[in-house]
């Protein structure tokens, strides 16, 4: 079992910075990929970025690309994502999840652990 355990969330005007971090116990994060996904009210949770086990390879949303980056630490087992030029459609909660496999995919059904979700919000 891995439990993750998101923190960083928080309000931020548009144009702005926030760093989620998530912190993995239980097993050491390097077994698995990492994905950031967000959730706003009313939809559906939504892939937001993706990083392979050894930090190799990554994948981001279009809505996202240019402005966040995702990184891990496997010696610290923790997992970064830094948002920049955050927009109020950004708006969400963001969840981190692990994934026990070598292949990166968006979709949430293929995760197997996952935190309890951090909120950003990005006022206009």
């Known amino acids: 079992q891995v439990q993750l355990v998101e923190s960083g969330g928080g309000l931020v005007q548009a144009g702005g910075s926030l760093r989620l971090s998530c912190a993995a116990s239980?097993?050491?994060?390097?077994?698995?990929?990492m994905g950031w996904f967000r959730q706003a009210p009313g939809k559906e949770r939504d892939f937001v970025a993706g990083?392979?086990?050894?930090?190799?390879?990554?994948k981001y949303a279009d809505s996202v690309k240019g402005r966040f980056t995702i990184s891990r630490d496997n010696a610290r087992n923790t997992g970064t994502l830094q948002m920049n030029s955050l927009k109020p459609e950004d708006t969400a909660v963001y969840y981190c999840?692990?994934?026990?496999?070598?292949?990166?995919?968006?979709?949430?059904?293929?995760?197997?652990?996952w935190g309890q979700g951090t909120q950003v919000t990005v006022s206009s």
């Open positions: 990083i392979s086990w050894g930090g190799g390879f990554t």
């Open positions: 999840a692990a994934r026990v496999s070598t292949t990166l995919v968006v979709s949430p059904v293929a995760y197997d652990y």
């Open positions: 239980g097993r050491t994060l390097s077994n698995y990929n």
